[in-house]
């Protein structure tokens, strides 16, 4: 999918300048068209009184034109008059005129540029608002490991963290455009009121002409750019990980700084070297006719306008008029620094997060179910009916035909080999993910017949991979209940947990963030992080999940560690359906059940006493990972 639009992409960018003209105008008019339907996002009394302050912008230099022209062609009868005379009381008046439109045109500056500021955030929240429920469409995480979705993410993330680049500020640079415009057909038009038709209509065609040549550059960048989105997300993260705490370590350590520099460098000119190509070729090509075009223009203009002031037909004050009105709509033709960039590259912002939208919007609209899930579900039991599921067509399955049975009220240990696939059944049970084949049932009941987040929210996991939220140890154990738990509820679970002295001695109690970034906050160690996650989880009980997951959260941790956080568990979560992944076979004897997984089936199952005596793969991975741990008492975590 992703190789399909960047091929679109480049196949635009390699248009010539009239085929960019007439097929790149419809995506163009397409753009403005998204921009007018943001507009409201921005207030009606926001847009109308920037829309007004644009108009009243491009008013002002048109009568500053007439006012100055004014000046200039009375000096000469004020001169003669004298003081005191009718020609100087004239002057007088048109000096003042102008002071007054150029200081209002300076003063309006600031407006123009408050409101536009204020339309921008304004249309930007609205944005993320709507990022964040595209982000969260559907139950599923599938999508969002979608190469074309990962693209659009990041140059969308990008530019709404660049304020010239949003999809807002498209939107206030648009607006602003109203001023430059009318500013350009006004001095036109005094031109071919004032002087001749055919003047006015040559200057306007002299400006246009090069806006068009720089506006059409710059939308071949555009999508010259949006063709690389790839390159530029590879080089920002060989760029993040100079900077990223986390890889530090083994960036010094295996001195991998000068590497990671180069591959940065490469992916960095792999993303940029197109759009210097197309620079070149779009500006030291075409761009010179375009100027070309607009100097030949304008030199017959004001070549007539000085003829015809040598031969006594055009007074000084035309003459002036004329000029400045040229060099006034000429103007529309240069970079306008308050609007360019934004509308090209703001567009280009909106187009990438609606993309990202759309493929959220598709995910969604496949999942099925919609029906309420009973309050006291699972019952009896969730059962794997001859489950297979891989991640990508044509890879290997990683469930093939599982059958599995959880008891309600119970605890099942699933164990394994690294790459058994047992995070993808946990992820599968937590609708993460849906099977190719075969179904999941609750009760009897195929879970997809249920809304997918009403049933996650049934479910409580603690991955091993489980998140470390920089942020107070309130919310880190709160989330387990969608952060709805009270400071009673979250006492009651890190006291269950373990953590509640731990948490007691740190230097702001629950309010202490969980990270050393923060002022008064503090990084914990593993085994404390593991307390933290299981007072989670069992908030989450107590937020009403019936089935509580723990995928290898113990993992970084030795096996005495493990098992002394296992039995911990269990021992808290009695009566609780429970699922509990380990690739350690020792650390899990006193679940209720096991089940050995193998090659995506499950291999056996049974209590830990039955397999052993079963003697079959669970008794032999047993003895070999930890026959030394049996007969010894596990040590604290």
């Known amino acids: 999918m992703a190789a399909g639009v960047a091929m679109v992409d480049e196949d635009a960018a390699q248009r010539s300048v009239w085929q960019e003209f007439t097929g790149g105008m419809r995506s163009r008019w397409k753009q403005r068209r998204i921009i007018l339907r943001l507009l409201p996002?921005?207030?009606?009394?926001?847009?109308?009184?920037?829309?007004?302050?644009?108009?009243?912008?491009?008013?002002?230099?048109?009568?500053?034109?007439?006012a100055t022209a004014a000046v200039v062609a009375g000096v000469p009868d004020a001169v003669a008059g004298g003081l005191g005379s009718q020609a100087?009381?004239?002057?007088?008046?048109?000096?003042i005129a102008a002071a007054c439109l150029f200081f209002a045109t300076q003063l309006l500056l600031p407006v123009q540029t408050f409101l536009g500021e204020v339309l921008r955030w304004r249309i930007d929240d609205g944005v993320r608002?709507?990022?964040?429920?595209?982000?969260?469409?559907?139950?599923?995480?599938?999508?969002?490991?979608?190469?074309?979705?990962?693209?659009?993410?990041?140059?969308?993330?990008?530019?709404?963290?660049?304020?010239?680049?949003?999809?807002?500020?498209?939107c206030s640079g648009f607006v602003a455009l109203l001023s430059r415009y009318l500013q350009t057909v006004g001095a036109a038009v005094i031109i071919a009121v004032e002087y001749v038709w055919w003047a006015g209509a040559a200057v306007l065609v002299a400006g246009l002409t090069i806006r068009f040549g720089y506006r059409v550059g710059l939308s071949v960048f555009g999508r010259v750019y949006v063709s690389l989105q790839r390159e530029r997300r590879r080089s920002r993260y060989y760029r993040d990980l100079l900077f990223t705490p986390a890889a530090a370590k083994e960036i010094r350590v295996f001195e991998l700084r000068e590497w990671i520099g180069a591959r940065y460098a490469d992916a960095f000119l792999a993303g940029s070297t197109p759009v210097w190509r197309q620079r070149r070729r779009i500006f030291y090509g075409p761009y010179v006719i375009y100027t070309l075009v607009a100097f030949l223009l304008l030199t017959t203009t004001f070549g007539a306008v000085a003829g015809a002031t040598a031969r006594g037909t055009l007074t000084i004050g035309l003459f002036m008029i004329v000029m400045q009105a040229a060099l006034a709509s000429v103007r529309i033709g240069g970079f306008i620094a308050e609007s360019d960039v934004q509308t090209e590259y703001g567009m280009n912002g909106v187009t990438s997060l609606r993309r990202l939208g759309e493929l959220t919007a598709e995910a969604a609209a496949a999942e099925t179910g919609s029906a309420p899930v009973p309050e006291d579900a699972p019952i009896r039991e969730i059962r794997f009916e001859s489950v297979t599921f891989r991640y990508a067509p044509g890879t290997p399955a990683v469930l093939d035909g599982l059958d599995l049975t959880i008891p309600a009220g119970a605890s099942l240990a699933i164990v394994g080999l690294n790459g058994a696939g047992k995070t993808t059944l946990v992820k599968l049970l937590a609708r993460l993910y849906e099977p190719e084949s075969g179904r999941i049932t609750a009760d009897g009941v195929d879970i997809r017949t249920f809304a997918g987040l009403a049933w996650q929210r049934k479910i409580a996991a603690i991955f091993q991979d489980f998140i470390h939220f920089e942020l107070p140890v309130r919310d880190n154990v709160g989330f387990g209940a969608s952060g709805t738990a009270s400071d009673a509820a979250v006492t009651e679970a890190l006291q269950r947990a373990g953590a509640l002295d731990m948490v007691e001695a740190l230097p702001l109690g629950l309010d202490t963030p969980l990270s050393r970034q923060y002022t008064d906050g503090i990084e914990l160690s593993g085994g404390q992080w593991q307390r933290i996650a299981t007072a989670r989880a069992l908030s989450a009980v107590d937020g009403g999940a019936r089935v509580l997951v723990l995928d290898e959260p113990t993992a970084a941790l030795d096996a005495r560690a493990e098992v002394a956080f296992f039995e911990r568990f269990l021992d808290l979560t009695?009566?609780?359906?429970?699922?509990?992944?380990?690739?350690?076979?020792?650390?899990?004897?006193?679940?209720?059940?096991?089940?050995?997984?193998?090659?995506?089936?499950?291999?056996?199952?049974?209590?830990?006493?039955?397999?052993?005596?079963?003697?079959?793969?669970?008794?032999?991975?047993?003895?070999?990972?930890?026959?030394?741990?049996?007969?010894e008492e596990p040590a604290d975590a």
């Open 41 to 66: 996002q921005g207030g009606s009394a926001v847009v109308g009184a920037a829309v007004l302050a644009q108009i009243v912008a491009g008013l002002l230099p048109v009568g500053f034109v007439i």
């Open 88 to 95: 100087w009381l004239d002057l007088r008046t048109h000096l």
């Open 129 to 170: 608002d709507q990022l964040m429920v595209d982000s969260f469409r559907g139950s599923g995480i599938a999508v969002l490991e979608d190469p074309e979705l990962l693209d659009q993410a990041a140059d969308g993330l990008n530019n709404l963290r660049m304020a010239a680049w949003t999809p807002g500020a498209a």
């Open 574 to 631: 009695r009566g609780v359906t429970s699922l509990v992944i380990s690739h350690r076979f020792s650390t899990v004897r006193r679940a209720d059940r096991i089940a050995v997984l193998e090659h995506g089936r499950v291999l056996e199952s049974g209590t830990h006493t039955e397999l052993l005596a079963a003697d079959g793969r669970y008794a032999q991975l047993f003895h070999l990972q930890a026959a030394r741990f049996i007969e």
